[in-house]
């Protein structure tokens, strides 16, 4: 990414709020380490000084009951991203299968504020899907695969992504009761995981939430 031009006297916008003024507010869902040094971290201005814990309690009494999956082989820098976008959408858990060490970097601490469940095989994962009654649905590009656009995704469910590149391997292509593709309209084969995975992801949010 190419960085916008300063002029002299000028400076990069600052992220966050510095310390809060004194008194402090009467609150015990605040960090007093925050409230002393500033609050730098990438959440939202709601949540400025909160604590991690008391930020994840507030999110957990309106998770949505979508879930996300995502193949871990390679170490893919994918993962962090899609982790990023599922926090924003407050999923109710992230499901990585295979690797359990995945690549955090993209995820920009993300994965904190939402529950992340390891899965060693796509067989563990269909298990703990079959064992909630929950559907496994796969976004993929690939022959048969259903349109996502003019798909219906139903409330509660698990969205599959496999690694970049590859896509869905075969095992997770089996254990999906369906896949839906992502339009294409120019000479790539398929966009990028991240991206798959927001677009999915607001897919089924303008299905299933209100702002």
Excluded at 105 to 130: F, P
Excluded at 149 to 165: D, K, L
């Amino acid at each position: 990414m190419v960085e916008p031009e300063i002029g002299p006297g000028e400076f990069y916008p600052v992220v966050g709020v510095g310390p809060h003024p004194l008194p402090w507010p009467d609150d015990t869902r605040l960090d007093p380490d925050l409230l002393a040094h500033g609050d730098r971290r990438n959440v939202s201005d709601h949540y400025r000084y909160w604590s991690v814990a008391a930020i994840v309690a507030d999110l957990d009494t309106k998770r949505n009951p979508l879930r996300i999956a995502i193949e871990n082989w390679q170490h893919d820098l994918n993962i962090g991203s899609i982790v990023r976008t599922a926090n924003a959408f407050n999923v109710a858990s992230v499901h990585i299968v295979g690797k359990r060490d995945w690549n955090r970097r993209g995820a920009m601490v993300t994965d904190k504020y939402l529950q992340v469940i390891h899965h060693s095989d796509v067989t563990e994962l269909k298990n703990w899907c079959g064992e909630r009654e929950i559907p496994l649905i796969g976004i993929d590009n690939l022959p048969g695969s259903v349109p996502l656009e003019s798909a219906r995704i139903p409330r509660q469910v698990v969205m599959f992504f496999g690694q970049e590149g590859a896509g869905i391997s075969p095992e997770g292509q089996r254990a999906c009761s369906q896949i839906f593709d992502i339009a294409q309209y120019g000479s790539t084969r398929s966009i990028n995981a991240s991206a798959a995975g927001a677009i999915a992801m607001y897919h089924w949010g303008l299905q299933h939430l209100k702002r």
